[in-house]
């Protein structure tokens, strides 16, 4: 019930194109969803984040779609650019607590 | 600094012998975690510290690892007698406040231990 499933494992997408990332939890105690971007060598840094009072959120490019009641949120990334080429990881957390179970990843690619 | 640092940025150690992994926080922050990253894995929470006091170390896989951070700073993750299992990236991450979800959590660089 702790688990985050993250999907898919790994992306290739075009520059320019739209790059989408699916992550399902089962705790609906859960109420605080961040994603995190990190590129090899480097700890992940905070993307953007959305609690379930809403169901999108957009910063520039990055908009996170978050529908609650199939308990399911993604990623999506416009325009994507070759600068993008990370690995994405989504979380979960319940705001009563401070611990965050995190996605598997994905890594993503953008070809030039 | 300007973030978090940890050091070493890598380690290597034969089966058996102990590590000591550090972990400088952002400056003024309250909380500090550690996670373990697997090859190809998510981070997973090993423990969290507010201020010098360790609240939560439910994560660590066993007791040969220990955590402390006794002037409520720098922290240190401890693995004694290290197994092949233990090899993976160990991060730090603080946060402004006393760990409400709210608060974003800046993440270290990691150190990478392999275990031979």
């Known amino acids: 019930q702790q688990q985050v499933k993250q999907s898919p494992q790994s992306l290739i997408v075009q520059k320019g194109g739209i790059s989408i990332i699916n992550c399902a939890y089962e705790?609906?105690?859960?109420?605080?969803f961040p994603w995190y971007q990190q590129f090899p060598g480097k700890g992940p840094a905070l993307l953007i984040a959305?609690?379930?009072?809403?169901s999108e959120k957009k910063e520039g490019r990055f908009t996170i779609s978050f529908n609650k009641s199939a308990k399911q949120f993604s990623l999506h990334i416009m325009d994507s650019q070759p600068g993008d080429s990370a690995t994405y990881f989504c979380?979960?957390?319940?705001?009563?607590?401070?611990?965050?179970?995190f996605g598997t990843g994905t890594r993503l690619k953008v070809l030039a | 600094g300007a973030g978090v640092s940890q050091s070493p940025r890598y380690k290597v150690a034969k089966r058996g012998q102990d590590v000591a992994l550090r972990c400088d926080p952002i400056?003024?922050?309250?909380?500090l975690f550690w996670y373990q990253q697997a090859l190809g894995q998510g981070p997973e929470f090993l423990t969290y510290?507010?201020?010098?006091?360790?609240?939560?170390k439910s994560g660590l896989p066993s007791d040969r690892f220990f955590a402390e951070r006794p002037e409520g700073s720098v922290s240190t993750l401890k693995i004694q007698r290290t197994q092949q299992e233990d090899s993976a990236v160990y991060l730090c991450?603080?946060?402004?406040?006393?760990?409400?979800?709210?608060?974003?959590?800046?993440f270290g660089p990691g150190t990478r231990l392999t275990v031979l």
């Open positions: 959305i609690r379930p009072d809403v």
């Open positions: 510290f507010q201020n010098e006091a360790q609240l939560d």
């Open positions: 979380a979960a957390n319940d705001s009563g607590t401070y611990k965050y179970i």
């Open positions: 705790n609906t105690a859960f109420d605080y």
């Open positions: 991450a603080s946060s402004l406040g006393g760990g409400r979800a709210t608060n974003e959590q800046f």
């Open positions: 400056s003024g922050h309250v909380s």
